[in-house]
């Protein structure tokens, strides 16, 4: 029997969300951790039933939840995030250098091969790895300390490494990105990195075309094609196809090219998603239309995907981490709201309804396809 | 035995239920108590002080006898009725946000 469970990060809890193939009947469960800020959960390719959970509070910092068992239970594991020598300085909002401080871990991403091996992208901006799942937590320190962390500087969200992405195809080789420092590629498994934000032009830096700075909102890869990357900034939606090294602008038609999410279709690596924001104060979609824009080109020719969704009234966000693809036969394609809203889509985006209304601000969504 | 009250969502994560009962060896301090209540529940290690400074959080206090031990220094001696289990240390969050 197949299925998909739909992984909802809020500021309030983490919710689970359950379907049989149709997609059609939801169980939503949760909340758990209430009163918790999810940042992020996910789960391992390699054992679905093994999630992972950011829990974190201005109070008490920092917590990982590990579940074996699909989210219906959960056990604390380390918590213990300490940055690799000396952490030196980044750069603060005023131009002076401010310590590296750890706040909170933004993203999970699990190995693609092994449940308990681990990825984190924390605030301050450093990338954390575990082996033995989760309950020690190493930096890869070669990520920081390439060269230009101490130019670094956070972004209006804070300095936060919140894309992982695995080369299927070449375990050795990630991409990250952070806000706003830019894009980052390793080729040796995280031990050097180089910044790849070549083509990147960001009118709001001294240099707009800067190595590093640019402030990178979410990028997304397709597994048959890892050397494309699609890439939603702080304004522009882009691509390259050699892995980083170049980018180009493919914005398009859209109303406007700011936005946080971007996704691409699981069977068709040509077709992505972005949901374009107003910006740069706003932060609400344009016209108070909440409209899922689809390209079937890889870019530049844009349709505005709005059966189901509010088309009057609607001025709510969708941030980085908040839009998920299922591999069903017919894709299915998830985003969530700041109103609490998680909007699902069986057909690909040409059709949507909520799965739930009324959960507090989401932050994050992913899907996990259940064979 | 020491007494100690923990903020709810601290509870939560420690599975307990009220106030957890501490032995503590030596004097007895801000910091021998968190020491042993941490080694009770590591789970609560890293929320109420800092993992690499272990200063204490910024939004929680130490209340004590009806008085704010917060900025104490962590090695000074609680109060007697603390030590003799009369009066709990209380680990309190702020009263703040939304």
Redesign the interface.
């Known amino acids: 029997m197949s299925g998909v469970r739909v992984l909802v990060g809020t500021r309030k809890g983490a919710f689970t969300l359950e379907s049989d193939g149709k997609r059609e009947k939801w169980q939503v469960n949760g909340p758990h951790f209430g009163g918790w800020e999810i940042y992020h959960l996910k789960g391992s390719p390699a054992d679905p039933n093994r999630l992972y959970a950011s829990q974190s509070s201005g109070w008490f910092g920092q917590v990982i939840q590990r579940s074996s068992d699909g989210g219906k239970t959960w056990e604390p594991v380390g918590n213990k995030f300490i940055y690799d020598g000396v952490p030196g300085t980044h750069q603060w909002y005023d131009g002076t250098p401010h310590p590296w401080e750890f706040k909170r871990v933004w993203h999970i991403e699990p190995s693609l091969t092994n449940p308990d091996h681990v990825y984190a992208g924390v605030e301050d901006a450093a990338l954390f790895q575990t082996t033995d799942g989760g309950q020690n937590w190493q930096e890869l320190p070669g990520m920081r300390g390439h060269g230009s962390g101490a130019t670094w500087s956070p972004g209006a969200g804070g300095l936060g490494l919140h894309t992982i992405l695995i080369d299927p195809s070449n375990a050795k080789r990630m991409f990250i990105a952070i806000s706003a420092a830019g894009a980052f590629r390793t080729d040796d498994g995280g031990a050097n990195w180089k910044p790849i934000n070549q083509g990147l032009h960001s009118e709001h830096i001294p240099d707009p075309t800067a190595e590093v700075g640019h402030c990178v909102h979410r990028i997304a890869m397709h597994k048959s094609r890892p050397d494309t990357l699609y890439m939603q900034k702080h304004w522009d939606v882009m691509r390259t196809d050699n892995a980083g090294e170049s980018w180009r602008e493919v914005s398009g038609n859209l109303p406007t090219d700011f936005g946080f999410v971007v996704d691409v279709h699981a069977h068709e690596p040509e077709t992505i998603y972005v949901v374009p924001i107003k910006s740069d104060s706003e932060h609400f979609p344009p016209d108070g239309k909440l409209r899922v824009y689809r390209s079937r080109s890889g870019g530049d020719e844009w349709e505005a995907l709005t059966n189901g969704l509010p088309q009057q009234d609607c001025y709510v966000n969708v941030l980085r981490d908040a839009m998920a693809i299922d591999s069903m036969d017919s894709c299915g394609v998830y985003f969530g709201t700041t109103g609490g809203q998680v909007y699902a889509s069986k057909d690909g985006g040409d059709n949507w309804s909520a799965i739930v209304r009324d959960l507090p601000a989401v932050l994050s969504v992913e899907v996990q396809t259940l064979r | 035995m020491i007494r100690v009250t923990l903020?709810w969502?601290?509870r939560n994560?420690a599975r307990v239920d009220s106030e957890v009962m501490l032995a503590v060896s030596g004097q007895v301090t801000q910091r021998t108590v968190l020491d042993a209540l941490e080694e009770a529940f590591p789970?609560l290690?890293?929320?109420?002080r800092?993992?690499?400074t272990s200063k204490r959080?910024p939004?929680?206090r130490f209340f004590a006898c009806e008085e704010d031990l917060s900025h104490e220094s962590p090695d000074a001696p609680l109060p007697e009725a603390v030590v003799n289990g009369k009066e709990p240390f209380m680990v309190v969050?702020?009263i703040a946000?939304g």
């Open positions: 903020p969502h601290l994560l789970v290690r890293g929320t109420i800092d993992h690499d959080r939004f929680l969050g702020a946000g």
